[in-house]
């Protein structure tokens, strides 16, 4: 069984940094790794995403462009390394991970808030 295992979320302030991690139970190949952001009444959005060759991609917002920074290592770690935290940046952050079917983390919440 396939588990996608987060690291414990955080609380900064404004212009702070936090590292979120991920972790796969297998060494299942995802074809495709993200990570997605949830706020309460609204739907799921993916922030960024970095495939089998580490290409990766950010949202479309510029809200996190040049802020926030997706890795993976060889070993299914997806890490999102997220600078100059904002207080819209709070949320709660899945890792998702894409191998013909969706596998997803159990959520960690970021609190940005002075």
């Known amino acids: 069984q396939v588990r996608l295992v987060e690291s414990v979320g955080g609380f900064v302030q404004p212009g702070g940094f936090l590292s979120a991690s991920c972790t796969a139970s297998?060494?299942?190949?995802?074809?495709?790794m993200c990570w997605y952001r949830h706020a309460p009444g609204k739907q799921r959005d993916v922030v960024a995403a970095?495939?089998?060759?580490?290409?990766?991609?950010y949202a479309d917002s510029d809200s996190v462009k040049g802020r926030f920074t997706i890795t993976k290592d060889k070993a299914n770690t997806l890490v999102m390394q997220m600078d100059r935290l904002k207080t819209e940046d709070t949320d709660v952050y899945y890792c998702?991970?894409?191998?013909?079917?969706?596998?997803w983390g159990q959520g960690t919440q970021v609190i940005v808030s002075s």
């Open positions: 998702n991970g894409k191998a013909g079917w969706d596998y």
């Open positions: 297998t060494s299942i190949i995802f074809i495709v």
């Open positions: 970095i495939d089998a060759n580490s290409q990766t991609k």
